[in-house]
């Protein structure tokens, strides 16, 4: 999986999935602009471990649910490394688990913008800067296919309109641009240190046929191959990492 070269850009990087993510694309010889919200002492962790392999990263604090904002950043990237190749929407998010009842208007918006909103504004940014060759990979989720655990509807909604969202790129965009997303399952992220309670984590790890939970690395190897020339006849896919839990 060779970047040599190559910029990418990713938000939400500031931690597991998306810090994962930049330093892997790092290894593979990428230049990496890292975008974070609140997760700063990561993001800036993140340049110095990719600068100490000899590697090229900026991180930059925004909302990618504002537009300006995310306009800001991909202009950022582009001024320091040129033309943009991958580009990673990792921001998303929970928020807070709501039952149905408990659902509001405000709240479904706000769990839409962060995952969905937040993927296509950085979309849109960055085409003007990409090549012929370049490669998008969206973050969807198991919950996309199997609607997400209790109180996660909007999550679960939100992650499929991800990979829906995802197939209608791959079409628009080709045959220059390739679009993918990840469909990663329980993996040991704050995510889940925040909104799963441990007796379930356990027992979903345990009913894995591989009796564990995913790493952020793993998920971020998959990311990076995806992004690369390697995977240079898949567009359109939501490719499912969860160890098993469930098949498409």
């Known amino acids: 999986m060779d970047l040599t070269g190559k910029t990418a ?25 890292i975008n974070y ?34 306009k800001a950043f ?30 509001t208007v405000e709240h479904w918006q706000a769990v839409m913008d962060v995952n969905v909103t937040s993927a296509l504004l950085l979309v849109q940014a960055a085409l003007p800067h990409m090549t012929e060759g370049g490669a998008i990979v969206n973050m969807a989720s198991q919950a996309g296919r199997d609607g997400g655990g209790g109180g996660a509807l909007a999550y679960g909604a939100a992650k499929g309109a991800i990979m829906t ?26 995510f889940h240190n925040i909104f799963t309670k441990p007796e379930v984590r356990k027992m979903v790890a345990g009913n894995t046929p591989l009796k564990r939970e995913g790493t952020s690395e793993e998920v971020a190897d998959l990311a990076v191959f995806l992004a690369s020339p390697a995977a240079a006849f898949i567009t359109g896919a939501n490719v499912d990492i969860n160890g098993g839990m469930l098949f498409s």
């Open 9 to 33: 850009i990713v938000t939400g990087a500031g931690r597991d999935i998306g810090r994962a993510c930049a330093i892997r694309l790092a290894k593979a010889g990428a230049n990496v602009a």
């Open 37 to 70: 919200y609140k997760s700063g002492d990561g993001a800036q962790s993140a340049v110095r471990e990719i600068e100490e392999m000899g590697g090229r990263a900026f991180a930059m604090q925004g909302d990618m649910t504002e537009p300006e904002q995310v």
């Open 74 to 103: 991909v202009a950022a990237a582009a001024e320091a490394y040129g033309a943009i190749h991958v580009v990673m929407p990792i921001t998303g998010g929970l928020i807070a688990r709501k039952t149905i009842p408990e659902l």
């Open 165 to 190: 969202m995802t197939r209608g790129m791959a079409k628009e965009l080709a045959p220059d641009i390739r679009v993918n997303a990840l469909c990663p399952g329980m993996i040991d992220t704050d």
